[in-house]
C-alpha cells in the first residue's frame, strides 16, 4: 500500500544526545547554552541560537500542540534542529464548571498569543505551519461565519445516547461504536433538536484552529476524521456515512502535513510571517507525539503520559475493535495501533503538586511491586482499554503513607497501559518490543523502572518528548511538498 502523509523515514532524526545540550545545537556552542526564559509565556531560546543563528536566512518550520490544559509550540529548522519552543495555559477560571468554560475561545486567544511569543527575526522565516489537537475533539461551525453553533464536545465525553443509533449504521465494532467518538458526538447534536442550516460543518479542534490561519473552513486531515468515519485506506468516507442525512456536514479529508493555503494575510502583517508561509493540515495530539519520537520499526511504540494515556504502537497489520477502544491510524505504509486511556497524569495533578510528585516519587522503590490494585480515574467513565462510559473510578483503599499511595497510583496506570499492549497482541497487531514515552509522565524515572518492570520490554524517555515537536516535522513535510 502506497501511503500518502508523513513518512517515518523521510523526516529528519533529531540530532544525537551526545551533541544536544538544553536544545543547543552543536558541542563548539555548548559553553553559550544559556537559556533566555520569560517567565510570563514559558518560552525558551538557545543563546547560541540567538547570538549565532538568527541572522541565517533559513527557514523555519513551526509546530504547535493543543493538549488538555495548555498549548505548546516549537520552531525547528530543516534538519530538525530546535530553534525555539514555548507554552501557554489556558485561561479558564478554576471555579467553572467543566463543561460551562468557553474553551473556544480561549483555545483561539492562545493561538495567538503563542504567535506573539515568537521572535520577530525568527517568526519571519517561518516557512509552514501545523496545529495537533486532542482527538475527537469536535466543534459544530457556521461555514458562513467560522464561529461555533455550539460548545465544542470534549475528546473525553461520552454521548451514550447517541451509540444505538451510531451502532445500527456502521459496521460491527468500527471504530466509530463508542460513545466519545465524533460520529457520536455529532449524531447527539443532530438528534437534540436544535434548527439545522445549510451552512453547519463539522470541524475538529485543530481544523479550526488551522482555519483562523489559512482562512478554508472545511479542511480536516485523516487523523482526526478517522473518529467520524473516514476510512484512510480507501481514502474516502464510506458509503453507510455518506447515506446519512447530516453528510453534508463532513469537512474535505487531506493526508496530514498536506498544504491547504497560504498564511491569510492579515495574520501575516499582524505577526511579521512571511508571504511565501503555507499552513498545512494537521494531525491528533497522540499522532503528533509519537512523530516527535522518531519511532521506524514494528514492534516499537510510544506511550504519551500526559494528562491521559494514550499508546501508540507501529504494526504491519491494522487493528479496528471498538469494543476495546482500539483503532488504527494511517502512516506511511505501516499503521499506528492504539488507543487513549482516560487514566493519567489529571489523577496525579488532582491529588499531588509538582512538587510533591517529585519528592514522593524519589521515595518510591520501584523494584518492589505495589500490591495496591487502583483503576485512577477523574470522573465516570473509560475508553481504552476498555470501552465503558460507566466504569467508576477506584482509589481504595487509601494507605497514610503518600509514598505508598503514589507507588499504587503509578503501578495502577502501568498496569492499564500493559493491559492495553497485551490487548493490542492479542488483536492481531505487532508483538510490542520496546516502548518510547513521551509526555510529562517521561520525566519521572521512578515511574520509568515501575513501567519497564509491569511491560517487561524496555521504556525510555524519546529523544524528542513533545508532540508540538512533532507538528513541526509534519510542518516540515508539508513544506518539502510542491504547492500551488
Not at 59 to 80: E, N, Y
Request: aromatic content about 8%; glycine content about 8%.
Amino acid at each position: 500500500m502506497a501511503c500518502a502523509g508523513p513518512s517515518l523515514r523521510n523526516l529528519p532524526a533529531p540530532r544525537p544526545p551526545s551533541l544536544v545540550t538544553n536544545g543547543c545545537c552543536s558541542s563548539r556552542q555548548r559553553n553559550l547554552c544559556n537559556f533566555i526564559t520569560r517567565k510570563s509565556t514559558g518560552i525558551m531560546l538557545c543563546k547560541a541560537e540567538k547570538e549565532a543563528g538568527i541572522q541565517d536566512t533559513g527557514q523555519l518550520f513551526l509546530g504547535m500542540d493543543f493538549g488538555t490544559s495548555g498549548a505548546r509550540f516549537a520552531l525547528i529548522d530543516k534538519h530538525g534542529k530546535l530553534y525555539a519552543e514555548g507554552k501557554r495555559e489556558y485561561s479558564n477560571p478554576s471555579s467553572q464548571v467543566h463543561s460551562e468554560i468557553d474553551w473556544a475561545t480561549s483555545w483561539k486567544n492562545v493561538l495567538f498569543k503563542i504567535l506573539e511569543d515568537i521572535p520577530q527575526t525568527l517568526c519571519s522565516r517561518v516557512s509552514s505551519i501545523s496545529v495537533d489537537g486532542t482527538s475527537a475533539t469536535t466543534m459544530i461551525i457556521d461555514s458562513e461565519t467560522g464561529e461555533p453553533l455550539c460548545r465544542p464536545f470534549l475528546y473525553n465525553e461520552s454521548f451514550p445516547d447517541a451509540l444505538p443509533v451510531v451502532c445500527s449504521i456502521a459496521p460491527k465494532n468500527h471504530t466509530v461504536c463508542s460513545g466519545s467518538s465524533t460520529l457520536a458526538k455529532l449524531v447527539s447534536w443532530w438528534a437534540a433538536g436544535i434548527p439545522k442550516r445549510k451552512s453547519s460543518i463539522l470541524m475538529h479542534q485543530a481544523d479550526w484552529l488551522l482555519w483562523h490561519l489559512h482562512g478554508k473552513l472545511g479542511v480536516s486531515d485523516y487523523n482526526n476524521a478517522l473518529k467520524v468515519g473516514y476510512d484512510p485506506e480507501s481514502e474516502a468516507y464510506p458509503s453507510w456515512l455518506l447515506s446519512q442525512p447530516y453528510s453534508y456536514m463532513l469537512p474535505t479529508v487531506r493526508a496530514p502535513g498536506t498544504p491547504v493555503a497560504f498564511i491569510k494575510e492579515d495574520v501575516r502583517l499582524r505577526f511579521g510571517l512571511s508571504r511565501d508561509c503555507i499552513v498545512c493540515t494537521g494531525t491528533t495530539d497522540s499522532i503528533a507525539a509519537f512523530l516527535a519520537a522518531r519511532v521506524a520499526e514494528p514492534g516499537k511504540a510510544v506511550t504519551s503520559l500526559g494528562s491521559t494515556l494514550a499508546i501508540k504502537l507501529l504494526s504491519t497489520s491494522r487493528i479496528d475493535d471498538a469494543r476495546f477502544g482500539v483503532y488504527s491510524h494511517r502512516l506511511d505504509d505501516m499503521w499506528l495501533v492504539g488507543g487513549a486511556s482516560n487514566t493519567g497524569g489529571a489523577v496525579l495533578r488532582k491529588l499531588f503538586t509538582d512538587k510533591k510528585l517529585e519528592e514522593l516519587s524519589e521515595k518510591i522503590d520501584p523494584l518492589k511491586p505495589s500490591s495496591l490494585d487502583y483503576y485512577p480515574l477523574t470522573s465516570v467513565g473509560e475508553r481504552f482499554p476498555v470501552a465503558d462510559a460507566k466504569l467508576e473510578p477506584r482509589m481504595s483503599p487509601r494507605p497514610t503513607d503518600d509514598v505508598e499511595f503514589l507507588h499504587g497510583i503509578l503501578e495502577s496506570i502501568s498496569r492499564i497501559e500493559a493491559k492495553a499492549y497485551k490487548l493490542l497482541e492479542e488483536l492481531g497487531a505487532t508483538e510490542l518490543e520496546e516502548v518510547f514515552t513521551a509526555g510529562g509522565g517521561s520525566k519521572n524515572p521512578q515511574w520509568t523502572k515501575i513501567r519497564e518492570r509491569v511491560l517487561g520490554v524496555p521504556v525510555a524517555r524519546a529523544a524528542q518528548t513533545e508532540a508540538a515537536y512533532g507538528a513541526a516535522l509534519l510542518a516540515l513535510k508539508g513544506a518539502q511538498q510542491n504547492f500551488q
